[in-house]
Antibody, heavy 120, light 110 residues
Framework: QVQLVESGGRVVQPGYSLTLSCVVSGSTTTLYSIHWVRQAPGRGLEWVAHVSFDGSPPNYSESVRGRFTVSRDKTNSALQMSALRLEDSAVYYC???????????????WGQGTPVTVSS | QSVLTQPPSVSAAPGEKVTISCSGTNSNIGSGYVSWYQQFPGTAPRLVIYDRNRRPSGIPGRFSASKSGTSGTLAITGLETEDEADYYCASWDRRLSVVVFGGGTKLTVL
């Protein structure tokens, strides 16, 4: 049974940095991409970034490009967030998609989410 | 403003059918796949439809989907009160190299 577990979310001040971690277990393959999706309180889902298994460059949403960096090893991922803003406050989900991007199989497994609050 | 367009809300009575639309462009839905997600308050989303019209194990056959051109549609027949949730569509946008989500649709089962 595939499980994704995020950690690292907490309350930080604007301008600070924070790193989230995602541990993936139970997968019979490493041929998947790991995506980060966030959801601000009372809002919809917003895709943040993704990293594939094949070494191709990560992709980022326009709202975080240049401030966030996503990485992964064979199975797990980290999201380094810098210059945090009030609008980055959200629950951050780590999500798996088989293949290099979001393809036919969709986001088949989600973590439980880790909350990040940016507040002065 | 979301790249994929969904109605903010839909409603129907138990036992009825409801459809939720998701409108995109040639660079996302029109040239790829759309997947659908269900989210209950306070919980993580879960996949309900992928690969045009396939369901993960545990998702009832009352859920189905279709795609036509640059739009996708999620259909739920024989509505049950437990279907009341938020629903999102998503697709890869090949021009922007990002994943795009719809704004979400709140389904109310009256």
């Amino acid at each position: 049974q595939v499980q994704l577990v995020e950690s690292g979310g907490r309350v930080v001040q604007p301008g600070y940095s924070l790193t989230l971690s995602c541990v993936v277990s139970g997968s019979t393959t490493t041929l998947y991409s790991i995506h980060w999706v966030r959801q601000a309180p009372g809002r919809g889902l917003e895709w943040v970034a993704h990293v594939s298994f094949d070494g191709s460059p990560p992709n980022y949403s326009e709202s975080v490009r240049g401030r966030f960096t996503v990485s992964r090893d064979k199975t797990n991922s980290a999201l380094q967030m810098s210059a945090l803003r009030l609008e980055d406050s959200a629950v951050y989900y780590c999500v798996r998609a088989l293949g290099t991007i979001l393809g036919s199989t969709g986001f088949d497994h989600w973590g439980q989410g880790t909350p990040v609050t940016v507040s002065s | 403003q979301s790249v994929l367009t969904q109605p903010p809300s839909v409603s129907a009575a138990p036992g009825e059918k409801v459809t939720i639309s998701c409108s995109g462009t040639n660079s996302n839905i029109g040239s790829g796949y759309v997947s659908w997600y269900q989210q209950f308050p306070g919980t993580a989303p879960r996949l309900v439809i992928y690969d045009r019209n396939r369901r993960p194990s545990g998702i009832p056959g009352r859920f189905s989907a279709s795609k036509s051109g640059t739009s996708g549609t999620l259909a739920i027949t024989g509505l049950e009160t437990e279907d009341e949730a938020d629903y999102y569509c998503a697709s890869w946008d090949r021009r922007l190299s990002v994943v795009v989500f719809g704004g979400g649709t709140k389904l109310t089962v009256l």
